[in-house]
C-alpha cells in the first residue's frame, strides 16, 4: 500500500511539472525580474500577443509575447541585428514564447533566466 502511494504521489508531481513547464511566459513574469516598460510596440503586425519596448538590465529593448514558442518567428527581426543595421540592435534573442531585441549585451541572460 505504501508503495503505490508513493508511485501515485510521484505521478502527480510528474504532471504537475510538466504543467508548469508548458505554462508560457509574459511581459509581467519580464516586469517582476527587473524589465521596465516604456511604450507598446504594434505587436499584431508580427504575430504576438503583446509588446513593448523598455529597458532591462540597463539596455533598450523590444520584448514580444506569443501565444505559444511554435509561433514565435525571429526571421521578422533578423536584419535588425545585421552587422552594418541603422537601429542599433546589438543581439535577438528567443526564449520559450518569448522574442527579445537588444542593443546591448545583457538583457538576454536575464530573459532566458525567466522560467514559466
Given amino acids: 500500500m ?3 502511494i508513493m508511485t501515485t504521489a510521484g505521478v ?7 504543467a508548469i513547464a508548458s505554462q508560457p511566459l509574459s511581459i509581467s513574469d519580464a516586469e517582476s525580474e527587473g524589465f521596465e ?8 503586425m508580427i504575430g504576438a500577443q503583446d509588446g ?5 538590465s540597463g539596455e533598450t529593448v523590444e520584448l514580444y509575447q506569443y ?9 521578422v527581426f533578423e536584419s535588425s541585428v545585421q552587422d552594418g543595421n541603422i ?19 545583457n538583457a538576454c541572460s536575464k530573459l532566458k ?3 514559466p
Fill in 67 to 75: 501565444a505559444s514558442e511554435a509561433e514565435v518567428n525571429p526571421k
Fill in 52 to 56: 513593448w519596448s523598455g529597458t532591462w
Fill in 37 to 44: 516598460k516604456n511604450s507598446q510596440q504594434l505587436f499584431q
Fill in 87 to 105: 537601429s542599433g540592435w546589438a543581439e535577438l534573442c528567443q526564449h520559450h514564447n518569448m522574442l527579445m531585441l537588444s542593443k546591448g549585451d
Fill in 2 to 4: 505504501h508503495k503505490v
Fill in 12 to 18: 502527480g508531481l510528474l504532471f504537475a511539472s510538466l
Fill in 113 to 115: 533566466g525567466l522560467e
